[in-house]
């Protein structure tokens, strides 16, 4: 049996099928967290950058190959899965 807080199991239940695109930032190397494929989650891509429009040192921006990357992982997933999320 599971135990979702406050009866809100039925917010909690997946029962579609999605695939994850995933962004961590660099200057932690991650948020402490991932996701994993399951029977529901069919793929995850996670991409390291950091969310701003201007450079700072040490941190890595959203580039050109990341963009083709979310793309492609669109591309794959759109016939596959019910949610992009």
């Known amino acids: 049996m599971l135990f979702y807080p406050n009866m809100q199991d039925e917010m909690a239940r997946r029962t579609d099928a999605y ?3 995933s962004i961590q930032d660099t200057y932690t190397k991650g948020f402490g967290f991932e996701f ?3 029977r529901f989650c069919k793929d ?3 991409l390291y950058f950091v969310d701003t429009v201007k450079e700072v040192d040490g941190a890595k921006l959203f580039d050109n190959e990341q963009a083709n990357q979310v ?3 669109i591309q794959t997933h759109k016939k596959d899965v019910d949610t992009l999320r």
């Open 19 to 21: 695939a994850v695109i």
């Open 44 to 46: 995850v891509l996670t």
């Open 71 to 73: 793309i492609d992982f």
């Open 36 to 38: 994993n494929e399951s």
